[in-house]
C-alpha cells in the first residue's frame, strides 16, 4: 500500500512541477518546455530512486559498473550521465 502511495504522489509531483516549471519558461519566453505534450513514467523512477538514495545514505552506488558514487551524489552523477549518453531526452522530466 505505501508503494502505490508513494508512487501516486511521485505521478502527481512530477507532473505539476513539471508543469509549473514549464509556465515559469513560458513567461520568461522559453517555449521549449511549454511546448513538450509528454511526460513518461521516468520521473517516477528518479523519485522512488531519490528515495532510496535517501533510505540508505551511507551505501555506495555503481554507476554503470564503471564507479562508485556516494548514495548522496547517484542521483545527479545518473541524471547527468544519462543526459550524455541519450541527449533527446527530458532533462526537465527526471529533474523534476
Same mark, same amino acid.
Given at each position: 500500500l505505501w508503494t502505490a502511495f508513494t508512487i501516486m504522489w511521485s505521478v502527481l509531483l512530477t507532473g505539476s512541477l513539471l508543469a509549473c516549471i514549464?509556465? +515559469?519558461g513560458h513567461i520568461a !519566453?522559453?517555449?521549449k518546455f511549454w511546448n513538450q505534450h509528454s511526460l513518461g513514467f521516468s !520521473?517516477? +523512477?528518479f523519485h522512488l530512486l531519490v528515495i532510496d538514495c535517501n533510505k540508505n545514505p551511507d551505501v555506495s552506488q555503481n554507476v554503470? !559498473?564503471?564507479t562508485a558514487v556516494s548514495s548522496k551524489f547517484y542521483p545527479w552523477v545518473l541524471l547527468v550521465v544519462i543526459q550524455i549518453i541519450m541527449p533527446n531526452i527530458s532533462f526537465l522530466g527526471h529533474l523534476s
Open positions: 514549464a509556465s +515559469l !519566453g522559453y517555449d !520521473g517516477v +523512477l554503470f !559498473g564503471v
